[in-house]
């Protein structure tokens, strides 16, 4: 379910100078986000609006025509594509009879998935109940299992009071423990800086492609998987440079538009990576319909990193996908625009790989090289 906001009320838009994501594209995101969390798209809403509406952020008109339609398309979830307040979320939820989800929970949903080291799963769970814990007013929720046992409720404490008290226990603790994880990725980085071995690190729009040019460039076994969010954990290996040299080349977690603000709070363990790297690799997917969009979506969260200033080489990815089975360049790209045209707006200094067949990357390697000693000039 998608709302598409006019923007007249003198809110300040985060996206404010970029070039605006449309709601159909915004939309179809959602619908992929939804197949990767295991869930079966059965059908779409689309509404637009002056302004949301206070109690159910969709239109009445909208919310009952959604719930005449749950006897055709048997759908037991509608996800929104915006965050809800929790205060709407619940009036969704009475009127329409079925769990009602935000963009936001259905990411943090596939951050859970994902997350396969301690690190990923205690980042994961911070945000998961950074969300939760505004939501818990009526809903029924034992959580005393946080505690590993029955029996924790305080002296005239009601069920919702237990709740949020022993959600706010397990965010001190939560974020003690990553507080160490942060101390400890800071020693490593000390100690990597004292080797004197530059560091690259990997950016870009989730399931660019990042995973497979690591593998490519690196030759290690790194985890490619094609879907979203794949790579939650940095991976840091070793690549070797045409002057013999080595860089270290570190992957992190992929960007995404609308990404949950508890996400960016509780990832910072992680994403303080990008803060030792001399450079950022931006890997774009050039065959992407919205490939500009997501760019300055990408772009926009570095600058909310305070990373903006980083020396930045642009990378446009898959481009395996633009030739046919002789290897002529293709007239139109797939999603029907002149490959001309499609490249046009990167400029020169980008660099035109296919990670997964191998194109372009002694290119690739010749301009990191270069970028990196350019920053070693210059640096004081």
Do not use: C
């Not at 769970?125 to 029955?150: M, T, V």
């Not at 603790?173 to 942060?182: C, P």
């Not at 840091?236 to 538009?257: A, E």
């Amino acid at each position: 379910m998608a709302a598409e906001i006019k923007r007249g009320d003198g809110r300040a838009d985060r996206s404010a100078g970029l070039r605006r994501w449309s709601t159909q594209a915004s939309l179809e995101e959602l619908a992929l986000l939804a197949d990767t969390a295991g869930a079966q798209v059965v059908g779409y809403a689309l509404q637009r609006l002056e302004r949301p509406n206070s109690a159910t952020y969709i239109g009445r008109g909208k919310v009952q025509e959604i719930a005449s339609q749950q006897g055709a398309l048997d759908y037991t979830t509608v996800i929104f594509d915006d965050e809800l307040s929790p205060s709407q979320q619940r009036t969704l939820e009475k009127e329409l009879e079925v769990k009602v989800l935000d963009r936001t929970a259905l990411i943090l949903d596939i951050f859970a998935q994902h997350a396969r080291t301690r690190e990923g799963r205690l980042q994961v769970e911070l945000a998961q109940h950074e969300y939760i814990l505004p939501r818990l007013r009526g809903q029924w929720s034992h959580l005393e299992r946080l505690e590993g046992r029955i029996g924790t409720r305080g002296p005239g404490e009601t069920q919702l009071e237990t709740d949020r008290r022993l959600i706010r226990n397990r965010i001190s603790a939560l974020k003690r423990q990553i507080e160490q994880v942060r101390r400890q990725r800071a020693l490593h980085r000390r100690q990597r800086a004292r080797q004197g071995m530059p560091v690259a690190s990997l950016v870009g729009y989730t399931n660019a492609g990042k995973s497979t040019l690591m593998r490519a460039l690196s030759g290690a076994d790194v985890l490619v998987e094609g879907k979203l969010f794949a790579t939650l954990d940095p991976v840091t290996r070793r690549v070797r440079l045409p002057s013999g040299n080595d860089v270290l080349l570190t992957d992190t977690v992929g960007f995404i538009q609308k990404l949950p603000t508890q996400l960016v709070a509780a990832f910072r363990a992680t994403l303080e990576e990008l803060t030792e790297a001399a450079l950022l690799v931006h890997v774009v997917d050039i065959t992407h319909p919205d490939a500009v969009q997501q760019a300055e979506t990408v772009e926009a969260t570095l600058a909310d990193l305070a990373l903006a200033e980083k020396p930045l080489l642009t990378v446009l990815n898959k481009a395996d996908l633009l030739v046919d089975g002789d290897g002529a360049t293709l007239q139109e790209a797939p999603q029907g625009e002149a490959v001309g045209a499609l490249l046009e707006p990167w400029g020169p200094e980008a660099v035109v790989i296919s990670a997964e067949k191998g194109w372009g990357l002694e290119e690739l390697r010749r301009r990191v090289e270069a970028a990196l000693a350019e920053v070693v000039a210059v640096s004081p």
